[in-house]
T-cell receptor, first 109, second 113 residues
Framework: ETGVTQSPTHLIKTRGQQVTLRCSSQ?????VSWYQQALGQGPQFIFQ???????GRGNFPPRFSGLQFPNYSSELNVNALELDDSALYLC????????FGPGTRLTVL | GENVEQHPSTLSVQEGDSAVIKCTYS??????FPWYKQELGKRPQLIID?????GEKKDQRIAVTLNKTAKHFSLHITETQPEDSAVYFC????????????FGTGTRLKVLA
């Protein structure tokens, strides 16, 4: 298993609410990426953080935002939740070789 | 835009047979190609990767080949075992700037005992 951890494991929210997901990266890794994995699909890149700065963003609206902290842990925030936001959210630490956390399963009702 | 196509979407093989999964990428700047195995309810796990300066890489029963000209890369699993049953994802990445992965749509491999 990798040293990447995520919390919470599962989360249920209602449409319009806001959510914060957390990721603790593998020791020594200063780069964290976030991916959204809808059921039956491959992960889709949301954004990446390198040394507390955003270092690239995928095709996701501004209501998806993030933070990286000095210890390289990271948060993904999603505002104004929509039903289509229901998915497994994965964080990955590392640069060219990325190691994934176990994910947070978000259900939006 | 950037895209990775993956085939087949499902694959059933008899235990002991070989399995081959193929991917095609669109971004010619891609130079790193990892493969992940994801079991139900678990995290994607890196099983093998290849860089663009190498044509083939092998690790025990698993091998990956890369054809840069055709923008194809493939995963080969020999002597399949029931524990190989999972969803396999290919990905392509450019190792400069943003190290984002573009994933394929996945292949569900079933190894029949």
């Amino acid at each position: 298993e990798t040293g990447v951890t995520q919390s919470p494991t599962h989360l249920i929210k209602t449409r319009g609410q806001q959510v914060t997901l957390r990721c603790s990266s593998q020791s020594g890794h200063n780069t964290v990426s976030w991916y959204q994995q809808a059921l039956g699909q491959g992960p889709q890149f949301i954004f990446q953080y390198y040394r507390e700065e955003e270092n690239g963003r995928g095709n996701f609206p501004p209501r998806f935002s993030g933070l990286q902290f000095p210890n390289y842990s990271s948060e993904l925030n999603v505002n104004a939740l929509e039903l289509d936001d229901s998915a497994l959210y994965l964080c990955a630490s590392g640069v060219d070789t990325q190691y994934f956390g176990p994910g947070t399963r978000l259900t939006v009702l | 835009g950037e895209n990775v196509e993956q085939h087949p979407s499902t694959l059933s093989v008899q235990e002991g047979d070989s399995a081959v999964i193929k991917c095609t990428y669109s971004d010619s700047a891609s130079n790193y190609f990892p493969w992940y195995k994801q079991e139900l309810g678990k995290r994607p796990q890196l099983i093998i990767d290849i860089r663009s300066n190498v044509g083939e890489k092998k690790d025990q029963r698993i091998a990956v080949t890369l054809n840069k000209t055709a923008k194809h890369f493939s995963l080969h699993i020999t002597e399949t075992q029931p524990e190989d049953s999972a969803v396999y994802f290919c990905a392509a990445s450019e190792t400069s700037g943003t190290y984002k992965y573009i994933f394929g749509t996945g292949t569900r491999l079933k190894v029949l005992a």
